[in-house]
């Protein structure tokens, strides 16, 4: 038994040994894996920052909140967010946050002025933006801003691009949507319509071009159009939607001195000198034939001459039906009307097949446009009719009897 005894408890100190050195062994590790966590999230501290910068369509009033929404470098937000409110009617903000990462998408949602209108919208318009802080805290939204978020995201989820190569190919696709080349936007975060540059010209003739005649939710339905249209090759494939810029630009040419004149008005009641920069070349490039690869342009002249081409080089003699001089055309609606002599009107859904419509006048009608969801045509002896749709005219009363050329409006 003694023997037997004596055997048994080196065994016993033995294990108690091995227990003391596996147990030492499992607190080391803990202190080693303690420490990686440590050095971890000194890795990942949040710091403090002030994202200060502008909203621009024209510019956003007072009061428009500004959110801030942290993302991780999949572009996945993080669930850090921030807000703060625009703080004068110029658009400017400065909002106070913390953050892990660089990259942030900014939302804005609010009133803006309308730089073609020259007043107020009467309705609120979102804006986003992405963008990389880790060099600057300033960011502005805009229009660039806002088109180029889909696509660059998908550019960086599809391609594995980085951010700043996606940002640049997004901005080549969209400046060439509108005929735009030559022309380095740079960072569009960096873009105000306030400023002088081609960058800034850019960004002033395309807001106008977008707004154009447009409401508030009309033009929020043709931005939701142009970027889902873009979103995965960067290429504006629809042409109805091709046919509403080229519509839109086409308005916008006898408003570009309205346009300088109501943004110079608004920042001087602001206090502000700003200096306009040079877009009206880029809004009249906007209209031009390498723009529209299916417009189809219409002329009209005497003997019930029409005209159509969709190059603007070669020309094709169109069957109008009527011998009377025809003095004016517009296109609106997806519908083409010219005007003319004894009350001609006649209409088109394509250009070649016309028909006749009632005017209710013989009077020689000298001039037509579309505008405020109507066509009006004005003529001899201070005539004036319209329509909603070009097939159904009714007068209206001018108060004169003089002979009318042109109609308009803003």
């Not at 909002?95 to 073609?116: H, R």
């Not at 390498?290 to 019930?304: A, D, K, P, Q, R």
Request: glycine share 8%; charged share 15%.
């Amino acid at each position: 038994m003694k023997k037997l005894k004596f055997l048994f408890f080196p065994t016993i100190l033995a294990l108690a040994f091995g227990l003391m050195i596996s147990c030492a062994k499992s607190s080391s590790d803990d202190s080693s894996s303690s420490a990686d966590t440590s050095s971890s999230e000194e890795t990942n501290t949040s710091t403090a920052v002030t994202l200060s910068g502008k909203v621009q369509k024209g510019p956003y009033v007072q009061g428009t909140e500004i959110t801030v929404r942290e993302l991780d470098s999949s572009m996945i937000p993080t669930g850090n967010t921030f807000t703060g409110p625009i703080d004068d009617n110029t658009g400017s903000f400065s909002i106070k946050g913390t953050l892990t990462n660089k990259i942030v998408e900014l939302a804005a949602d609010g009133y803006y002025f309308n730089e073609v209108s020259g007043s107020l919208s009467t309705a609120k318009l979102a804006l986003q933006a992405l963008s990389d802080l880790t060099d600057s805290s300033s960011v502005n939204v805009n229009l660039m801003t806002h088109l180029e978020k889909k696509r660059v995201e998908y550019l960086m989820d599809s391609s594995k691009m980085t951010f700043a190569a996606a940002k640049t190919q997004a901005q080549t696709e969209i400046l060439k949507i509108f005929n735009i080349d030559n022309v380095t936007l740079g960072n569009s975060e960096t873009l105000d319509i306030s400023k002088s540059g081609d960058g800034n010209a850019v960004l002033l003739a395309i807001s106008a071009i977008l707004q154009s005649d447009k409401t508030e939710a009309e033009l929020t339905e043709l931005l939701s159009t142009i970027n889902t249209d873009i979103r995965t090759d960067g290429s504006l494939d629809s042409t109805n939607t091709k046919s509403t810029l080229v519509n839109a630009a086409d308005y916008l040419h006898n408003f570009h001195s309205a346009i300088r004149s109501n943004i110079e008005n608004r920042y001087s009641n602001l206090g502000i000198s700003a200096t306009i920069p040079a877009f009206e070349s880029y809004a009249f490039k906007l209209s031009t034939t390498e723009f529209c690869s299916t417009c189809l342009y219409v002329i009209v002249g005497s003997s019930g001459t029409i005209l159509t081409s969709s190059t603007a080089t070669s020309w094709i003699s169109r069957t109008s039906g009527t011998s009377q001089q025809l003095n004016g055309v517009t296109y609106a609606n997806s519908t083409f009307v010219t005007v003319g002599a004894s009350g001609t009107i006649l209409t088109s859904s394509d250009g070649t097949s016309w028909t006749s419509r009632t005017s209710g006048t013989t009077k020689d009608l000298k001039g037509v446009t579309y505008a405020n969801n109507n066509f009006w045509a004005v003529g001899n002896d201070g005539t004036i009719i319209t329509s909603s749709d070009g097939t159904s005219w009714t007068s209206r009363t001018s108060g004169t009897t003089t002979t009318l050329y042109g109609v308009t409006s803003r």
